[in-house]
């Protein structure tokens, strides 16, 4: 009886050692395991679907990935400006005064993107967007500034010309005409709307006299290509 006690006994020591041994063998990874990553694992990161670092008590020294590139908050930014910008399509359809705050957009981002080493430029995309809203407003605005021709000055988009002291207006144009600081009045400069042209003209202190033409209704000005004279505002 006392022997077969004891051989209960060292059976039992005998199952609760192999115990530990294998719940360890479990959380080990096998021989054959082959680390999965490509991003290495650290203390805040751990590809759990990794066979050798999703491991119980893993040795992440044995990761293979590859460290994650540290975030270049410049190149974020500028990638956000970019990323903001309207299409060239979307921008032809603006009023001018949206096309203005579109430019100035343009402007800071096409800065900020000069500002990048080449090294940074090469992790930015979509800066073929630069040339092509460029050559878009280039064409459509006049950018906040005031231009004088003539005994003009002009404001608004850049369709129109002026030749030998008459001012064409042009299909597109949507321009604010005032008189020139110290113009005489009346002057001999005249506008022409080009035939068949779509225009959105203000007249500001600009006194039109011409035949058939009623003070106060510039949209004639559209309608019938008149060549006009242009005198002081009234008393």
Known sequence: MKKRFISMLTILAMVLTLLPTAAYAQEMPGDNAVC????????????????VCAADNADLSLCVGTAKAPVDEQVQAVQSQIDALPT???????TNAE???VYEALQAAYEAYEALS????DKISGVEI???????????IDLLDEQTVGAFTITGNTAYSYSDGV???????????????GATKPTSDRIV???????????DGVKITAPGYVQGNPSQLIAKALILSVGPISP
């Open 130 to 140: 630069f040339e092509r809203l460029f050559a878009v407003l280039g064409g459509m």
């Open 193 to 203: 709307v080009a035939e068949g042209a779509t225009a959105t003209i203000t007249l």
């Open 88 to 94: 060239a399509a979307a921008v032809r359809a603006m």
């Open 167 to 181: 001012l064409t207006i042009k299909d597109g144009a949507d321009i604010t005409i005032s008189m020139k600081d």
């Open 118 to 121: 080449e090294e940074q430029k």
């Open 99 to 101: 096309q203005e705050e």
């Open 36 to 51: 999965a990553c490509t991003v290495l694992c650290d203390g805040e990161h751990v590809n759990a679907a990794c066979p």
